[in-house]
């Protein structure tokens, strides 16, 4: 199984990114999806995610701002981060989660995002 991030980078404050995440080795449609991020010396928080069935929710602090889709067709899940502020930096991690069998649990390699002032 494998998670390929990508996507990330610099960019100034109140512009756009998006995040790639592609997934191989699972069947795709069978998994919740999900983006976290962590900044250095904190801990890893959810963003968004996006569930089988096309159930989304998203922390408070992207709210308006991000929005996670995915295609099942291509076995990719992407996060569209706009009016992106300082605090969005972090490292930004994609997790599968099968929709049952919740051990089944595996994240991609990660991908820096670093939003300059």
């Known amino acids: 199984v494998q998670l390929q991030a990508s996507g990330g980078g610099l960019v100034q404050a109140g512009r756009s990114l998006r995040l790639s995440c592609a997934a191989s080795g699972v069947i795709f449609s069978t998994y919740d999806m999900g983006w976290y991020r962590q900044a250095p010396g904190k801990q890893r928080e959810l963003v968004a995610a996006v569930t089988s069935g096309g159930s989304i929710n998203y922390a408070d602090s992207v709210k308006g701002r991000f929005t996670i889709s995915r295609d099942n067709a291509k076995n990719t899940v992407y996060l569209q981060m706009n009016s992106l502020k300082p605090e969005d930096t972090a490292v930004y991690y994609c997790?599968?989660?099968?929709?049952?069998?919740?051990?089944?649990?595996?994240w991609g390699q990660g991908t820096q995002v670093t939003v300059s002032s």
């Open positions: 997790k599968a989660q099968h929709r049952r069998a919740w051990s089944s649990v595996y």
